[in-house]
């Protein structure tokens, strides 16, 4: 697959219609909102349509939020108003969006031309264990950073 270098919102639009046609269609994930799971530039995301029933937690969701910044975040819950909150894996705060607002889910992924299924069990393993240490992430993710660091140099 050759790269194409340029930002989310020039081919957001093109996405959009293509998923909406059905298509399922390979991204380049760009920023660092979800490290340490997806790495920017070196991992494809694969976005498809979706139902309502699969938006449950640990689903990585494409939505648009209201200024039409396209994001990359993974479900942190329901709310009983039908609203969902999301978070990037490399971040420390939930933010609160509408159904509506998603695009599109993540139904696999490929890592240095190797492809899986977002869906298979070592992934939503790994994903349920680094949800539940949401309360710790600013600590880990402060050695993370100390650590890439020290390793670096």
Same mark, same amino acid.
């Given at each position: 697959?050759?790269? +194409? #270098? &340029?930002?989310?919102? #020039?081919?957001?639009?093109?996405?959009?219609?293509?998923?909406?046609?059905?298509? !399922?269609?390979?991204? @380049?994930?760009?920023?660092?909102?979800?490290?340490?799971?997806?790495?920017?530039? =070196?991992?494809?995301?694969?976005?498809?349509?979706? &139902?309502?029933?699969?938006?449950?937690?640990?689903?990585?969701?494409? %939505?648009?939020?209201?200024?039409?910044?396209? /994001?990359?975040?993974?479900? @942190?819950?329901?709310?009983?108003?039908?609203?969902?909150?999301?978070?990037?894996?490399?971040? !420390?705060?939930?933010?609160?969006?509408?159904?509506?607002?998603? /695009?599109?889910?993540?139904?696999?992924?490929?890592?240095?031309?190797?492809? *899986?299924?977002? #869906?298979? +069990?070592?992934?939503? !393993?790994? &994903? *349920? %264990?680094?949800? +539940?240490?949401?309360?710790?992430?600013? *600590?880990?993710?402060?050695?993370?950073?100390? +650590? =890439?660091?020290?390793?670096?140099?």
């Amino acid at each position: 697959m050759e790269k +194409l #270098d &340029c930002s989310a919102l #020039d081919v957001a639009g093109s996405i959009e219609e293509l998923i909406k046609n059905g298509a !399922t269609v390979p991204v @380049y994930v760009s920023g660092n909102s979800m490290n340490p799971f997806l790495v920017s530039r =070196r991992d494809v995301v694969y976005l498809k349509g979706f &139902c309502e029933a699969e938006l449950k937690k640990g689903k990585i969701l494409l %939505f648009r939020r209201n200024g039409g910044q396209v /994001v990359l975040h993974r479900l @942190y819950r329901s709310l009983p108003d039908g609203r969902l909150q999301v978070v990037g894996d490399g971040q !420390t705060e939930c933010e609160t969006i509408n159904k509506a607002q998603v /695009v599109a889910v993540v139904s696999d992924i490929e890592r240095k031309g190797k492809k *899986f299924s977002a #869906d298979s +069990l070592t992934w939503k !393993t790994a &994903c *349920f %264990f680094w949800q +539940l240490l949401m309360p710790l992430r600013p *600590f880990i993710m402060r050695i993370w950073r100390k +650590l =890439r660091k020290f390793l670096a140099e």
